[in-house]
């Protein structure tokens, strides 16, 4: 079955924008296709090390860079996206790097969320990720 997908702004409700740019869709609406759903993603490298110790930036791109990785094994994209809830110990931080963000969510523009926490499970990590997908069922 295919996917039908509908990215909504309501009329009655602000658009977010930072720098001129849209950084999420209100609504998603999906009809058809399978669900994928990614575990929080944080900033390890593919041999476990932590990367980018004190540098949201880098953090970020190697969170959408293991997004990337986990949809690719389930046979999905960043394109795919439709919901990512974002962790963060400092959100004021983590909006000045919104660039770096966009680079992996702006084609999808998933619904999102994102909250300010203590710490996540390593006092070095600074942002995690978790994500919804949905594709084609043939997929």
């Known amino acids: 079955m295919p996917v039908n997908r509908r ?4 009329p009655s409700l602000p658009v977010r924008k930072v720098d001129g740019r849209v950084l999420y869709s209100h609504v998603v609406s999906v009809d058809g296709g399978r669900s ?11 041999a476990g090390n932590i990367v980018g110790v004190g ?23 960043l394109d795919d996206l439709v919901r990512t809830t974002t962790y963060t110990t400092d959100i004021d931080e983590y909006f000045r790097h919104t660039e770096v ?21 390593h ?5 995690e990720v978790d994500a919804l997908a949905i594709v084609d069922i043939d997929s």
């Open 101 to 121: 963000r966009m680079r992996y969510f702006s084609a999808a523009m998933p619904t999102s969320t994102t909250v300010e926490v203590k710490r996540l499970s």
């Open 123 to 127: 006092p070095d990590f600074l942002v």
């Open 55 to 77: 540098d949201m930036a880098a953090q970020i791109e190697q969170v959408g860079e293991n997004l990337r990785a986990c949809l690719l094994a389930a046979g999905a994209s």
């Open 36 to 46: 994928i759903f990614v575990s929080g993603q944080l900033a390890r490298d593919a």
């Open 7 to 10: 990215n909504i702004q309501p």
